[in-house]
């Protein structure tokens, strides 16, 4: 049995036993990890709210050589992101980006780019307005995907290598944005416009903290927001779902938020 | 697979299809059966029937009950312009026991969850601004948990709420009985401070 310390953000809790809770980090130092928190949905438990969802902490944690599931002994907020959950609507944003990278990433492999993204985007989802919701989760998706080894290419057709025109499709399989020509070779092509493909590469140079300040969202953002997410689908095994994505969907398709 | 027995192998089955029970404990308590003396066994079964028979749900409050309303809502004496609004239906038991409470409940039967897939269509939210209106309803106290998702979905309904017109209050959160302020941490506190309350 070994002492680990780290800082991490939590993606997803669930109840254990009577009063515990497994919690499932994504850790500056180890990548993802699951934890158990003993007693820690007794009211005077020593972990306070620091086990709630998007928060992040300092931890410290024993893990025994070979098992999946480590023991948390210490936790301390070092950010709470108390914005997100006066709103259902930040709710579902955050949920979203928290539980793609639970379904794309392995257990235990240290990503401390991700780690980093992860962080941003809670803030920025913190502070942002509604309507800039899309637009800044579309942003963080791409940048999530090339953090974790998905990045699709959007400088020139994915297949043939040549440079891209008016007409752009970004092919689902292929990985990346295709040129007239080749679209047809992918049977999962989306057509897309320049304009959303300009924004995509805008996405990747600029962080989201400045996309805010100097975009709106509009139907290109939309359009992106609509792709990546169909591309992240891709990306994880059939039958699995990202429910807070197919949330977010029906919630725009309703009136409910 | 057990032997060979089908019929142990078809107990199994059902049992793992319970919260919690995996198949290694279903064994475990597939063997435990076998070898209990046949009185147990029985006395397993009338209790499981007796209860999927004689057990449900109010259809006003969605509390559990043997009858239909449940005691709380056909209570004359229970006031009628209050409703206590919680995620599961043990969380009735739990304020019933404080003897501090005398209005109605309403169960929503779950939270607001991106994360599980549960929105407003999946929660007993409907019937509760029925409820509202039916019974000329004064204050919703809303007592979800003190979870980014029950706080989310508190503020949910609050906005469903507010265009009926009612008072909408919330249980008081933060700091527990007992603690010591120094212990609690940013979050605790500054949930404590949002609801304080008038000191009488
Ligand atoms: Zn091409
Ligand atoms: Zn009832």
New interface residues.
């Given amino acids: 049995m070994s002492i680990h310390r780290t800082h991490g953000i939590v993606l997803r809790t669930r109840k254990f036993r009577e009063s515990s809770k497994i919690i499932v980090f994504f850790t500056r130092r180890y990548g993802k990890i699951s934890a158990i928190a003993k007693g820690s949905l007794k009211p005077k438990s020593k972990f306070g709210s620091s086990l709630e969802l998007f928060t992040r902490s300092s931890l410290i944690f024993y893990r025994k050589e070979n098992r999946d599931l480590h023991t948390l002994s210490h936790s301390e907020i070092l950010n709470a992101n108390k914005n997100i959950g006066n709103d259902v609507v930040k709710l579902a944003y955050a949920s979203a980006a928290t539980e793609m990278v639970e379904r794309l990433v392995p257990n235990e492999e240290q990503n401390e780019t991700l780690y980093e993204l992860l962080d941003a985007i809670l803030n920025q989802i913190g502070v942002a307005e509604r309507n800039q919701l899309e637009l800044i989760l579309a942003s963080y998706t791409l940048k999530m995907l090339h953090a974790v080894g998905y990045g699709p290419e959007l400088a020139a057709c994915v297949r043939c290598g040549k440079d891209l025109g008016d007409e752009v499709w970004f092919g689902l399989h292929s990985g990346g944005a295709l040129c007239p020509a080749c679209h047809k070779e992918d049977l999962h092509a989306m057509e897309m416009s320049r304009a959303t493909l300009e924004l995509m590469r805008k996405f990747e140079s600029i962080s989201m903290a400045r996309l805010r300040e100097t975009h709106s969202a509009d139907k290109f953002s939309r359009d992106a927001f609509d792709i990546l997410h169909a591309f992240v689908r891709a990306q994880i095994s059939e039958g699995a779902r990202i429910r807070s994505l197919d949330f977010l969907e029906r919630m725009r398709d309703s009136s409910f938020a | 697979m057990l032997g060979s027995s089908e019929k142990i192998e078809r107990l199994i089955q059902e049992l793992s299809k319970m919260p919690t029970i995996g198949r290694r404990t279903a064994q475990r308590i597939a063997l435990y059966l076998l070898k209990a003396p046949r009185e147990e066994v029985t006395s397993l079964v009338s209790a499981l029937v007796e209860m999927k028979e004689n057990v449900g749900y109010c259809a006003e409050c969605g509390a559990i009950t043997e009858s239909d309303p449940c005691a709380i809502c056909a209570d004359p004496k229970r006031e009628r312009s209050a409703i206590c609004v919680v995620e599961e239906p043990g969380n009735v038991m739990g304020i019933e026991k404080t003897g501090e409470y005398r209005g109605l409940y309403h169960v929503l039967h779950g939270r607001?969850?991106?994360?599980?897939?549960l929105?407003?269509e999946d929660l007993s939210i409907d019937r509760l601004t029925e409820r509202i209106k039916a019974l000329g309803v004064k204050e919703v106290i809303i007592a979800t948990n003190?979870?980014?998702?029950g706080?989310?979905?508190c503020?949910?309904l609050a906005q469903v709420v507010k265009p009926l017109g009612v008072k909408i209050t919330t249980i008081a959160r933060g700091v527990?009985?007992?603690?010591d302020l120094d212990?609690?941490?940013?979050?605790?506190l500054?949930r404590s401070i949002q609801g304080r309350g008038e000191v009488k």
């Fill in positions: 607001l969850s991106p994360l599980d897939g929105g407003p003190p979870t980014v998702e706080e989310a979905t503020s949910y527990p009985m007992g603690s212990l609690a941490d940013e979050m605790t500054a």
